[in-house]
Nanobody, 117 residues
């Protein structure tokens, strides 16, 4: 079965950068969309960035466009989220997900905390 294990979260100052990683196992390489979601305290989970494995297309929430970049290392089957120019409002638990497309998460990782302060 699919397993998603995130790493790379932490505490960073405003304006700083972090790179999140998600090791994916048990998932067919070419059959899915992979995405990052986040959940801030007191808020609902929201889609942040999505990567379509087949064509390499990427999509971003308006709030992170130009600051975050989603990518995948095919050889390592690892999904990344490079986060630059971080803001306090980016503070959240970030989740790697296998997505059914159009922000429809199917399988969730355990999450990694990102704090910008």
């Amino acid at each position: 079965h699919v397993q998603l294990v995130e790493s790379g979260g932490g505490l960073v100052q405003p304006g700083g950068s972090l790179r999140l990683s998600c090791k994916i196992t048990g998932d067919p390489y070419s059959s899915n969309c992979r995405a990052w979601f986040r959940q801030a305290p007191g808020k609902e989970r929201e889609g942040v960035a999505a990567f379509y494995v087949g064509g390499g297309s990427t999509y971003y929430a308006d709030s992170v466009k130009g600051r975050f970049t989603i990518s995948q290392d095919n050889a390592k089957n690892t999904l990344y989220l490079q986060m630059n120019s971080l803001k306090p409002e980016d503070t959240a638990v970030y989740y790697c997900v296998r997505d059914g497309g159009d922000w429809n998460p199917e399988v969730w990782g355990q999450g990694t905390q990102v704090t910008v302060s």
